[in-house]
């Protein structure tokens, strides 16, 4: 349920919604805004009784039922879209952001020239994988704290922000210390367990989708986030498997414009892990662009050939450079796009 409080409600008005809440047995989740204050209730009860007592309440403009079964993340509870702070910059806002980085972080030199280089051209956010989940366990499965360390270290150096990816609940404490936003893979997507304990990570999350997850699924464990505590869950279409073997996964495209209906979450686009090969990244990355999404996150190594994860989808940092020069005009359009949309509302 979402009560919407009339303007300027008083302290009193709004503390005594809460108390009747908690009365019909419910639980206050959160409460949003200054002159109009929203509260975000959860819990299992008779929501018609209490629905039309709250709305008999004083101070209360409406009290609504979300339909949706992912409450706190869907447009119901939020019409315009959430913007999410990662080290100075906001996905979701009037800026399309490009995260870019090497799979897996393998040694200081290599993630230091990509740093420098994905700075050079634009990106703001340094991807990079410590701990890496891999189909394999005779595969590379990551430096971990060393490399998280060498992350700390390209981020000083080029004031990027790091996103790294989170495997196990175990490590939430030890990641958060080093990544401005967690990153959650497709194989974790529904690891519940890791999902809950991000709710108290202090860190905004990006969450892949599921390479065999439906849309709602992806909603559904967006939610088990916030519901959990933390609201700064941004969305990320990586490509989902079918039959089609020609690339990688199957980018899903419409997955983009859905999401954009149903969540005021943030989206972006994984053209990487969607085609698995470097020669589609640029043309998917104009469609992410051009089909709204908040930002990128592409995968970048200064010599692919010799990387240990993802080599063949892997830009070098001249093809990033020329991608970013060449999504110029489009990423214009989008900040035009995305202004007049903000100023809509
Ligand atoms: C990655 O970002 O390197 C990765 C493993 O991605 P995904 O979880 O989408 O497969
Ligand atoms: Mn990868």
Same mark, same amino acid.
């Given at each position: ?8 409600? *008083?302290?009193? $008005? ?42 008999? *309440? ?9 339909? =949706? ?6 447009? $119901?509870?939020?019409? @315009? ?7 100075? %910059? /906001?996905?979701? @806002?009037? &800026? ?6 090497? #799979? ?7 993630? +230091?020239? *990509? ?14 994988? !410590?701990?890496?989940p891999r189909t394999s366990p005779y595969d590379f499965q990551g430096l /971990? ?19 790294? $990816? ?9 990641? !958060? &210390?080093?990544?401005? #936003? ?6 974790? +997507?529904?690891?519940? !367990?890791?999902?809950?304990?991000l709710g108290g990570c202090g860190r905004p999350v990006l969450l892949k ?26 969305? #990320? ?13 199957? %980018? ?39 089909? @709204? =999404?908040?930002?990128?996150?592409? &995968?970048?190594?200064?010599?692919? $050939? ?5 080599? !063949?989808?892997?830009? *070098? ?6 991608? +970013?020069? &060449? ?16 100023? =809509?509302?």
């Open positions: 349920m979402i009560i919407s409080m009339r303007p300027h409600a *008083t302290r009193e $008005e709004i503390n005594h919604v809460c108390e009747r809440i908690a009365e019909f047995g419910y639980k206050v989740h959160s409460i949003e805004g200054e002159e109009r204050v929203v509260i975000g209730v959860v819990g299992i009860g008779d929501v018609t009784i209490c629905l039309e007592s709250l709305e008999a *309440t004083p101070g209360v403009e409406r009290a609504m039922r979300i339909s =949706a079964p992912y409450k706190f993340v869907s447009k $119901e509870f939020r019409k @315009g879209r959430s913007a999410i702070k990662i080290n100075g %910059c /906001e996905i979701g @806002g009037d &800026e399309f952001v490009m995260m870019a980085g090497p #799979c897996s972080v393998e040694s200081e030199k290599q993630i +230091m020239d *990509t740093a420098e280089g994905v700075a050079a051209a634009g990106a703001r956010i340094l991807r990079g994988g !410590a701990f890496k /971990e704290l060393e490399g998280l360390k060498l992350l700390r270290k390209a981020k000083e150096r080029t004031g990027l922000g790091i996103i790294t $990816e989170i495997m196990s609940d175990r490590d939430v404490e030890l990641v !958060a &210390e080093y990544a401005d #936003c967690m990153q959650v893979g497709a194989r974790n +997507m529904q690891n519940f !367990a890791l999902l809950k304990s989708r599921g390479m065999s997850s439906t849309i709602k699924e992806l909603l559904m464990s967006a939610e088990y986030i916030v519901a959990h505590g933390n609201p700064n869950v941004i969305l #990320c279409e990586r490509g989902i498997r079918t039959f089609e073997t020609a690339t990688r996964n199957t %980018c899903d495209i419409a997955a983009v414009p859905v999401l954009n209906e149903l969540t005021h979450l943030p989206v972006v686009l994984d053209p990487s892990h969607a085609t698995g090969k470097r020669s589609l990244i640029p043309a998917l990355s104009r469609a992410g662009v051009a089909i @709204g =999404a908040d930002g990128l996150i592409v &995968e970048v190594h200064p010599c692919p $050939e010799k990387a240990v994860s993802d080599g !063949a989808q892997s830009l *070098t940092l001249a093809d990033f450079a020329r991608m +970013m020069s &060449e999504l110029k005009p489009y990423i214009r359009l989008w900040s035009e796009a995305r202004a007049r949309e903000l100023a =809509a509302v």
